[in-house]
């Protein structure tokens, strides 16, 4: 028998000697689910990230979790209503607005996606300048306001709301990020500058150093102008007072909730099993280690600012936490 034949016969014979040891699926691919975060280094990749990296998740055999970046909350959306994702990360409005055909630009409805759970919140903050006269939001008129950068989430927001109260070609706008705002508000070249972000913000810090700062209370302008009634998924939040230097009061405020949401065509049983290790107590610390923007979630806060449709995975698994 030439060697050419030989070797060929030697690897089936291996093959089919293994087929009979190995059990059935010992051969069989693990089914990959991909889970869109966000821009390397932001918070929503750091959630893709410490779900994928997570002990119990990564022993799990039947299937595997791959983070995987994308441009944020937009993207993933599309994402995983085309099935190029399996989860994400997506802000509570931009879930509501894509499944309604409201985005901007974007007509098309994206009724694929559902919700998982809540992740952590982010508010409004609306810094001034303490004694400067202004104590709502309709004192901003006529006055210069940092807006967020243009293209950003907190530039969008900050136009919904001021829009909505009419306000939003009465001020004078400057597009620019928290930190430069900063600068610029404690220059005096701005009156009072938005952010929509946790806190306590670096940028807020950096302020409440060169002045004296006030927050504003802009869940009263919300609930006086109907805000919450046209969009539903802002959930109103509280600012803890002490959280700024010379800030002592608690300040009412609103939020968006970034939530993990799933393809529609993703198992019940992968929905409930993923969302039974990560809202343990050991998965909840786990999270809460991997940024401290974490501990918002919870059981208790598992189904906030959620007003979308649930996967039934997910239904199922909240039910019975008793919070649905």
């Not at 983070?67 to 989860?87: H, P, T, Y």
């Not at 098309?108 to 400067?132: C, H, I, T």
């Not at 909840?284 to 959620?306: D, Y």
Request: aromatic share 12%; charged share 20%; net charge positive.
């Amino acid at each position: 028998m030439s060697k050419t034949f030989f070797l060929p016969v030697i690897g089936v014979v291996s093959l089919v000697c293994l087929s009979l040891v190995l059990p059935p699926d010992a051969f069989a691919v693990k089914k990959r689910f991909v889970f869109g975060g966000g821009p390397a280094g932001g918070t929503f990749q750091v959630v893709a990230n410490a779900v994928q990296v997570y002990k119990p998740v990564k022993n799990i055999e039947e299937f595997t979790v791959r983070a995987q970046s994308s441009a944020g909350s937009i993207e993933n959306l599309r994402k995983v209503n085309a099935g190029k994702s399996d989860f994400a990360v997506v802000y509570s409005g931009h879930l509501y607005q894509g499944r309604r055909g409201m985005l901007k630009h974007d007509p098309r409805k994206y009724n694929s996606v559902l919700a998982v759970g809540y992740l952590y919140g982010a508010p409004a903050q609306l810094v001034v300048r303490r004694g400067s006269g202004i104590s709502g939001v309709e004192d901003l008129q006529g006055r210069k306001v940092g807006v967020g950068n243009a293209g950003s989430g907190a530039f969008a927001n900050c136009e919904l709301f001021f829009t909505h109260l009419g306000l939003w070609n009465k001020i004078g706008r400057n597009a620019m990020g928290y930190n430069d705002a900063a600068a610029a508000f404690g220059n005096k070249q701005l009156d009072a500058f938005w952010l929509f972000t946790a806190f306590p913000s670096g940028a807020v810090i950096m302020a409440a150093q060169t002045n004296a700062i006030d927050l504003l209370n802009l869940d009263a302008a919300a609930v006086s102008s109907g805000f919450y009634d046209k969009y539903p998924y802002f959930t109103k939040v509280i600012i803890p007072g002490g959280t700024y230097r010379g800030v002592d009061e608690d300040t009412p405020s609103f939020q968006d909730s970034a939530l993990w949401v799933a393809s529609a065509d993703v198992p019940d049983d992968v929905v409930y099993r993923l969302l039974s290790l990560i809202y343990s107590k050991e998965g909840l610390e786990h999270m809460a280690s991997q940024k401290k923007t974490f501990k918002e979630m919870s059981i208790e806060n598992g189904v906030k600012g959620i007003v979308t449709p649930m996967h039934p995975g997910a239904v199922k698994f909240w039910k019975e936490k008793g919070v649905l």
